[in-house]
Nanobody, 125 residues
Framework: QVLLAESGGGVVQAGGSLRLSCAAS????????MGWFRQAPGKERELVAA????????YYAESVKGRFTISRDNAKNMVYLQMNSLNPEDTAVYYC??????????????????WGQGTQVTVSS
């Protein structure tokens, strides 16, 4: 089991940047694939980025490709989401999530079993 806690959300103007952090508890962090999801009001939760257990493979949704970067530090039990060139459509609650590394397809949202409480990101125009 892993406990997750996000931080770094806030209010930013369009074109600005934010860096989200997710701290994970437990000694088996390096065995999990990590993902960042977001949910805007009235919309379904969507996977925006994922990173393999080793950090060697990444996935990005088309809507954030080229603007967001996911990374992880297994020594510190941390995963990050650097968000650049933000626009109002990026406004959402962002969640960090973990799943077993046995599911190797990063683009699928299936199998995420552990979730943080979420952090609000608001982009003003």
């Amino acid at each position: 089991q892993v406990l997750l806690a996000e931080s770094g959300g806030g209010v930013v103007q369009a074109g600005g940047s934010l860096r989200l952090s997710c701290a994970a508890s437990g000694s088996t962090f390096s065995t999990y694939t990590m993902g960042w999801f977001r949910q805007a009001p009235g919309k379904e939760r969507e996977l925006v980025a994922a990173i393999s257990w080793s950090g060697g493979t990444r996935y990005y949704a088309e809507s954030v490709k080229g603007r967001f970067t996911i990374s992880r530090d297994n020594a510190k039990n941390m995963v990050y989401l650097q968000m650049n060139s933000l626009n109002p459509e990026d406004t959402a609650v962002y969640y960090c999530s973990a799943r077993a590394k046995t599911i190797t397809v990063l683009s699928t949202s299936v199998g995420y079993a552990y979730w943080g409480q979420g952090t609000q990101v608001t982009v003003s125009s």
